[in-house]
């Protein structure tokens, strides 16, 4: 599978200058609502894959706005995101822990593969569990915008 290169599209957006002004939020922020609604009404597989594409790229843009390094951000959330899934042997050391979240989140444990448990909840939403770790951006410095290149 082809990584989706987020560098191609942050330089895309600060070079050409289709952002407006570095930290224009509020545009980044219309093109998100008008290209998610795009992607609500868009009928065939296709379409749709365009139309979500077309978000991840003004979702690129928000993050390139706000100052930070989208690439940066994304292989962060990533690796919080990987923390909802969790080894058998957590859920040997930790089964009172994970039954009692479950409980309190109506919610149960699945295994995804070989010694790999997550909890979901009726819906198949991955829930973030009891070893989750939590987002902190403030880990992840925001990165000088260029200006406006020659």
Not at 74 to 81: L, V
Not at 92 to 100: E, L, R
Not at 109 to 133: H, M, R, S, T, W
Request: hydrophobic residues 35%; contains cysteine; glycine residues 4%.
């Amino acid at each position: 599978m082809t990584e989706l290169n987020l560098d191609a599209i942050t330089a895309w957006h600060g070079v050409n200058g289709v952002s407006g002004k570095p930290g224009s939020t509020e545009l980044a922020m219309r093109l998100i609502d008008e290209e998610y609604k795009e992607v609500k009404e868009a009928e065939s597989p296709a379409h749709i894959a365009q139309e979500a594409a077309d978000l991840i790229f003004v979702c690129v843009n928000l993050i390139y706005q706000l100052g930070y390094d989208p690439t940066l951000v994304t292989k962060y959330i990533t690796k919080c995101n990987y923390s909802k899934y969790f080894s058998k042997e957590n859920w040997d050391n930790h089964k009172s822990t994970i039954k009692k979240y479950c409980s309190d989140n109506n919610c149960q444990v699945f295994e995804v593969a070989d010694n790999i448990l997550c909890i979901k909840d009726a819906n198949g939403k991955l829930k973030k569990g009891p070893f989750y770790e939590p987002v902190d951006l403030k880990q992840i410095e925001k990165y000088e915008i260029p200006s406006d290149t020659d």
